[in-house]
């Protein structure tokens, strides 16, 4: 750029390129910072090993028709390998059941029927939820009339479910995972595959008194598809069309350039410095980083007010999710599968996942690790080399701070992840030719994620809506003028969604 930009957004992840485009689409003049070589954050497609690529994210189930016609994103190469990606739960002592958005195939009767009841249940759920991830969260009292108007809406939404639905979402929003899922199933393995979206990502297992709900809830916002939509190329494939798009727009993407101060005058956010050095002004500036990166790390504390500070350092920040990557020379075999199609839950029951869960509250993990398993490269064949194929596997729990630091835990974790995996999959040591484990560390020290926590903060009740990251700064804005959040620990929180970026947008855009 000529002269200095009107905004600078810190971070190139999804949400930072999408609040980049907005901002630009509108004539604004945008500076996107990026720390690392490469833009899109825990989004962009890595290859982990020569000719094998992989992202640490693998579906899009959050991801809306809208923000992709507004961005014009199929324009600029975003398209999707598969629509709907079935999740299929895998025991070794039943038949798989695979599970789609309409019913399920190879469950009992009983089973088949009860999910139609839980489905509509849910849906009638989301739907009444669906339009406020997308808005700017009200504040209560001092709000205007945009704010009383949302929360007009929401009871209202609320209210047309019906009394017996609005009681049953009441009664719901907080159950346990396995309470949810006792409700309605009798099958160990299809309660454990449903019980999974409840929990992941998040330090909380089946058992947990936490809101599996509401976690549900935020799974189901999207419509690409009627299932697991997997986008071509990874999800890098879609960051990849974000970039493309704030650039056709006007604005400008940095690579390399880390952040390592906010500038601030007279109680004001004026700009930037680099790491190198550079000062760079700006009359707004976005943080797409973490809560607690974005006030300590790049604002400071000194800038804010204690109560406000103290609320910021109790964010649980914690990761507890590791993902591994898996080249392979040939396509393994799955007991019980022709092909292993579709996101594979290896876990028999929620006990399994309860017992992992157990190990890492204490700063170890299990021997014996639930998993969720995708071989994008059946569908996408731009992944891996022609005839050979990348396994990428959500593997819970991984605590962020194992007892002994994970450098010396790495190749043990990564062999019990193994051990699991040739439980379902027998002959899968023979076709591996390299792996790759990132664990909640490796995620804050390559991404810059504070603990390694994809949500940026537990996704949770008493850190949602209204109070995201926490009341204060839960409309984008933060207490210092000019500085703004963009980012997953915003509202509505973490997954390749894109609304907290163009929330942000319409918050900033309302103000400048």
Request: proline share 6%; net charge neutral.
């Amino acid at each position: 750029m000529s002269n200095s930009p009107d905004i600078i957004i810190i971070g190139a992840g999804h949400n930072g390129l999408v609040c980049a485009a907005y901002l630009a689409r509108a004539g604004r003049k945008v500076l996107v910072l990026e720390a690392g070589p490469q833009a899109g954050g825990l989004g962009a497609t890595r290859e982990f090993t020569p000719g094998f690529r992989a992202s640490v994210a693998d579906t899009l189930p959050q991801l809306n028709r809208r923000l992709v016609k507004e961005l014009e994103l199929e324009r600029h190469g975003f398209s999707l390998a598969v629509d709907a990606l079935p999740t299929v739960a895998i025991s070794s002592s039943s038949d798989p059941i695979l599970i789609n958005s309409d019913g399920l195939t190879g469950a009992s009767a009983t089973d088949t029927a009860s999910y139609q009841q839980y489905l509509q249940l849910m849906q009638k759920f989301a739907k009444a939820i669906n339009p406020f991830w997308h808005k700017r969260p009200p504040v209560l009292g001092s709000g205007g009339l945009k704010d009383a108007a949302t929360l007009g809406q929401f009871g209202w939404n609320l209210r047309t479910l019906g009394k017996t639905d609005m009681r049953e979402l009441m009664r719901m929003i907080a159950l346990p995972a396995r309470d949810l899922m006792d409700e309605f199933f009798e099958n160990p393995a299809l309660k454990a595959a449903l019980s999974w979206d409840a929990n992941v990502g998040s330090k909380l297992a089946p058992r947990s008194p936490n809101n599996a709900v509401l976690a549900m809830l935020y799974r189901m916002s999207g419509d690409l598809g009627s299932g697991l939509p997997l986008p071509r190329g990874g999800t890098g494939g879609l960051t990849d069309a974000l970039a493309a798009s704030a650039l056709s727009h006007g604005a400008e993407l940095r690579m390399d350039s880390p952040v390592a101060r906010l500038t601030v005058n007279q109680g004001r956010v004026t700009g930037v410095e680099l790491a190198s050095g550079e000062s760079i002004p700006a009359q707004h500036v976005v943080s797409n980083a973490d809560p607690k990166t974005s006030f300590f790390k790049l604002l400071g504390a000194r800038h804010l007010e204690v109560q406000f500070t103290h609320r910021i350092k109790r964010l649980r920040t914690d990761g507890y999710v590791a993902k591994v990557h898996l080249a392979l020379q040939r396509l393994p075999h799955f007991t019980g599968l022709e092909k292993p199609v579709g996101r594979l839950l290896l876990a028999p029951d929620m006990d399994f996942i309860e017992n992992a869960f157990d190990a890492a509250k204490y700063g170890g993990y299990a021997r014996q690790l639930p998993m969720a398993v995708v071989l994008p490269s059946l569908h996408d064949d731009s992944l891996a080399p022609q005839g050979q194929h990348v396994l990428s596997a959500q593997v819970q729990y991984a605590p962020y701070a194992v007892t002994g630091g994970w450098d010396a835990h790495r190749d043990c974790f990564l062999e019990n992840a193994m051990a699991s995996l040739e439980h379902y999959a027998p002959d899968i040591r023979d076709c591996v030719v390299a792996s790759e484990l990132l664990t909640p560390a490796d995620l804050e020290q390559q991404f810059h994620v504070t603990g390694g926590h994809w949500h940026h903060g537990e996704f949770a009740l008493d850190n949602w809506w209204m109070n995201r990251p926490t009341y204060g700064a839960s409309q984008y804005c933060t207490p210092v003028p000019g500085f703004y959040l963009c980012g997953a620990g915003a509202h509505p929180g973490g997954g390749i969604m894109g609304a907290a970026g163009r929330n942000a947008a319409s918050a900033i855009l309302e103000v400048s």
